[in-house]
């Protein structure tokens, strides 16, 4: 029976993620009774060299376990987007200096096709740079939470939409407050349900067994 309750205990918590460090007998009567057990996500939390000293002088029926733990913390990577503000710029002054660079270059009739296409690109360029000018970020590359699904990415994306107007008006300072705590809570319920349910899946082995 002890040997069955220990299995359902280990096998209890390598289900929930706890990963066993300590293999050998740990006690003057052959069993493994004092272990190690290490939860690391993504492998920050890393148990090396472990040691049982079966040997000791210690005076105890318990022999000590020594291991060596080292911490990493996760490197960001950094990625650089160019975006444009196309939104922001002036539309009718933009359409009415492109209606300019369309007018030259029909009404120029000595010149070649491809002279044309190529000055109505290069004027049509300067002037997408001079109204909504090439902007350079650099931002930072973080893993993804394993309860991040498609309807917290959507949501993500709508509190950026309304992060962006939040300053126009009264109303869209209050949606994008009110995206941010749905955001907020989202979160926290998809954290809950995903350990949740890594504990419902290990339930069934404590249940005890009918024969």
């Not at 280990?10 to 004092?34: N, P, W, Y």
């Not at 010149?111 to 740079?129: A, H, N, R």
């Not at 109204?131 to 893993?143: M, Q, Y």
């Amino acid at each position: 029976l002890g040997n069955k309750l220990h299995q359902q205990a280990l096998q209890t918590l390598e289900s929930c993620g706890m990963k066993r460090h300590v293999f050998e007998a740990t006690h003057i009567s052959g069993r493994s009774l004092d272990q190690i057990f290490v939860f690391s996500m993504y492998d920050q939390l890393k148990c090396t060299d472990v040691h049982v000293d079966s040997k000791n002088g210690l005076l105890s029926d318990h022999f000590p376990v020594f291991c060596s733990l080292s911490v990493a913390h996760e490197n960001k990577y950094m990625k650089t987007i160019t975006y444009r503000k196309i939104k922001d710029m002036d539309k009718d002054q933009f359409h009415n200096s492109l209606s300019s660079i369309l007018d030259t270059c029909l009404n120029d009739s000595h010149g070649k096709f491809g002279e044309l296409v190529s000055q109505l690109f290069c004027g049509t360029k300067e002037l997408l740079d001079l109204h909504a000018p090439v902007i350079n970020k650099t931002v930072s590359i973080v893993r993804q939470a394993p309860w991040f699904d498609a309807e917290y990415r959507e949501l993500r994306k709508l509190r950026r939409k309304a992060e962006r107007k939040k300053t126009k008006s009264l109303s869209n300072l209050i949606t994008y407050k009110d995206l941010c705590q749905e955001r907020t809570d989202m979160a926290k319920e998809k954290k809950k349900t995903y350990f949740s349910n890594m504990i419902n899946k290990a339930g069934a082995i404590l249940k005890p067994s009918t024969n």
